[in-house]
Structures are given as structure tokens and as C-alpha cells.
């Protein structure tokens, strides 16, 4: 039977990736040992992620409450399991901006970068025909964009019109020469690392370059899981923060069954060492005052604001990303959710929230 590891099963990209690996036939070994709730505090615990991934998938999911710092453990699963392992999705990882990142460079290095290295040459050691794919961020361009045209509209910041990234920012940014934060240095590294093992040491790799992914399975925080937080804020008519910017800082967002589907086609057919910016697109974008409106809209609540003016250092003013190349070499692909549909389902599901207002 082909084998899938995952890391950072239980976080939202790594358990839809869990599901949809089994729903494909792999028996599916998942590395994932909460350190979200160390992150981001107790009610980002990724406990009850795991336990429904448990309960509804039964043998075909393994898991390993597991830091994937720990290489002998970690190497322990590549032994057993050597060639059979055909796909690993790498997603564990500290992921948050503010909060958590500059409090420790180090583990969070550690955690980010050393932790991929190690898995890294586990696939080259013991199943070096698996695809990887890697979950790298659109932080690794650091500040850059911020440095670029703009227009303050009434709810949103916008790229001048015309502007070479009008429809996206392709991959050609640079990446020097910004402000990266210790988050967006430690994703740099790993998403060189994993560029270093496909075009070089003949891996089947793929970095994929997210913004905001969502999904009702987050365990959105404060600090993490943007759509998540503000449709939690409004289904229970709770106050909320907007942090610089006036609140029209943009995103693009994409839901995570969409990124999921792109995962698909790379295991199908990989191009070793390619790099990816991947999300909504022009097709799903929102600024922060923009999201809290809609999930107005679908609560029935107004949701008191408050301004920080203090930004959050190295924070985008604006990101819309291409998935030109992506599309380029899958042409099938294309999101389907936009940020409407995303809140909606993020408040049908979580229907306790209602009873908790
Ligand atoms: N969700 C987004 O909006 C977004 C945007 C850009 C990039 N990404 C990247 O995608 C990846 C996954 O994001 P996510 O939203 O699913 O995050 P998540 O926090 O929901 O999931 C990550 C999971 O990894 C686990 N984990 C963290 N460190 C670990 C360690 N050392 N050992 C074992 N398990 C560990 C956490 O407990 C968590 O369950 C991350 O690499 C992140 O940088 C996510």
C-alpha cells in the first residue's frame, strides 16, 4: 500500500491534506504533537482536529504525537516505512506573524527550517521517488510589496493600475533586501532547502507560496486564521482589534479544499523544484474592514471596532498573488471559493459558536 506522511496533520492544511490522501488510497502517517496551542494559546489547540480525524478515518490514518524536530523518531517512521512512502506534505510549523515570531528565533528556526532540512533527507535517504510538497508562505518576499505603488481606496489598499503585479505578484519578486521578521527568515531558509532538494539532489519537490488559507477546520487564533477569527468575533458578538493600516490592508484567501486540489495535481505530475504563489487570486481577495462586513452580514451582528494604529512589523499593506505559473502548468486548477463562501461555511459549521454569544 503507498504511504503519505503528513506534518502538522491536525493544523487545517494538514488535516484536509490527510483526508484527502486517504479518501485517495494511502494509508496516511501524520506527525502533529500541538505545539499550535504553545503558539497561540489553549483554544488554538489542534486536539479536537485530530480526534475527528481519528474517529472518522479509523486505521487508514496513523498517528504520531510527535515534534518533527525529533529526528529519530521522525527518521524511525522513514525506516519502517522506506519506499513505500509515496507523497509527504510538510505543513507542520510555527506560522503566526505577531505574537510568537521574534519572541524566540531560535526554536522557531528550529522548528521551521532544521525540522525541514531533517525531512528532507529522510526523502532522500529512504523514498527518494515521494513528491514533497511544502507549505512556504508569501512572507518569504518580506516587506517588498510594501515599497510598491498604492491607492488607499474607501475599504481597501490597491496597487497602482497598471502595475506590472496589477493582476498578482508573480515569483519573480525578490526576496532580498526586505523586512522579513524571524517567521518569514526561517520560511526562506526551508523554502530554499526544498528548491536546493528538487533542482539538485533530484527530489520530487514543490514549495508552495500561500497567503491567508481558511477553512472551518482552523483553529483560528487572534494571531492566526484571519477569516477564521473575525467570523468567530461576529458569531459571537465579540469586540474586535484592527490592527494598522486603518483595516484595508488585503489578502488574498483560498480555501484549503482549493489548495488541497492543487496538491493533487502535483502528485500526479511534479516539476522538481518549482515554486508556487498560490492563492484566491484576484478572484478571492478582502482587506481586513472588508471581511468584518461580510461576516456582519452573514451573523446578524455588528461587531464593535477598535484602531491600533501600531502596524505589525513587516506586515503587508497589500498581497494578491498569481497562480499564472500554478495554472501554467495545471491548467485544470482554479479556486473555487471566494471569501463569502469561505465565511459562510466557517459559520455553518461552527454553529456553537451561536449558543455561546
Ligand atoms: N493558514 C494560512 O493562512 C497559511 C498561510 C501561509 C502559509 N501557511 C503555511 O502552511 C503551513 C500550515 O499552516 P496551517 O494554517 O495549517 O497551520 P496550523 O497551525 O493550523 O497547523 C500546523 C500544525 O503543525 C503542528 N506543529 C507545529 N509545530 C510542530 C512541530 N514542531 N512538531 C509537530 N507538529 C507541529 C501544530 O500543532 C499544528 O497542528 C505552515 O507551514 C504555514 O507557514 C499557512
Not at 484567501?253 to 484576484?282: C, E, K, Q
Amino acid at each position: 500500500m503507498s504511504v503519505a506522511v503528513v506534518t502538522g496533520s491536525a493544523g487545517l492544511i494538514g488535516s484536509e491534506a490527510v483526508r484527502m490522501l486517504t479518501s485517495s488510497g494511502y494509508l496516511v502517517v501524520g506527525f502533529d504533537n500541538d505545539l499550535r496551542s504553545k503558539f497561540f494559546g489553549p483554544e488554538a489547540s489542534t486536539r479536537p482536529t485530530l480526534r475527528r480525524l481519528s474517529t472518522d478515518l479509523g486505521a487508514s490514518y496513523v498517528h504520531h504525537d510527535v515534534d518533527v524536530r525529533d529526528r529519530e523518531a521522525v527518521g524511525a517512521v522513514f525506516r519502517r516505512y522506506g519506499k513505500d512512502i509515496a507523497v509527504i506534505v510538510h505543513a507542520a510549523a510555527q506560522p503566526g506573524h505577531a505574537k510568537w515570531s521574534m519572541g524566540d528565533p531560535i526554536e522557531e528556526f528550529e522548528i521551521n527550517a532544521t525540522a525541514t532540512l531533517g525531512l528532507l533527507e529522510g526523502a532522500r535517504k529512504w523514498c527518494p521517488e515521494a513528491v514533497f510538497l511544502f507549505c512556504s508562505t508569501s512572507k518569504v518576499y518580506g516587506d517588498r510589496i510594501n515599497g510598491l505603488p498604492m491607492r488607499e481606496l474607501a475599504t481597501r489598499w490597491e496597487i497602482e493600475a497598471g502595475h506590472e503585479y496589477q493582476n498578482g505578484v508573480t515569483e519573480t519578486m525578490s526576496i532580498d533586501g526586505s523586512t522579513h521578521t524571524s517567521l518569514g527568515m526561517s520560511k526562506v531558509a526551508a523554502d530554499i532547502m526544498v528548491q536546493e532538494y528538487g533542482l539538485h539532489h533530484g527530489l520530487r519537490t514543490a514549495a508552495f507560496r500561500n497567503c491567508v488559507i481558511a477553512g472551518s477546520a482552523h483553529a483560528a487564533s487572534k494571531s492566526h486564521g484571519m477569516l477564521g477569527y473575525i467570523m468567530q468575533v461576529a458569531a459571537r458578538r465579540r469586540p474586535y482589534t484592527v490592527l494598522g493600516y486603518g483595516g484595508k490592508q488585503v489578502r488574498d484567501v483560498l480555501h484549503v479544499s482549493d489548495l488541497v486540489r492543487a496538491f493533487t495535481a502535483v502528485i500526479a505530475d511534479p516539476h522538481p523544484g518549482a515554486v508556487y504563489n498560490i492563492g484566491g487570486g484576484r478572484y478571492s481577495s478582502c482587506s481586513v474592514l472588508e471581511a468584518i462586513r461580510l461576516a456582519e452580514e452573514i451573523s446578524g451582528h455588528e461587531v464593535t471596532l477598535s484602531f491600533d494604529e501600531q502596524t505589525r512589523v513587516g506586515d503587508h499593506i497589500w498581497w494578491i498573488g498569481s497562480n499564472e505559473l500554478f495554472q501554467r502548468h495545471y491548467p485544470d486548477w482554479a479556486p473555487e471559493y471566494d471569501v463569502k463562501a469561505m465565511l459562510q461555511e466557517i459559520y455553518d459549521v461552527n454553529d456553537g459558536w451561536r449558543t455561546q454569544a
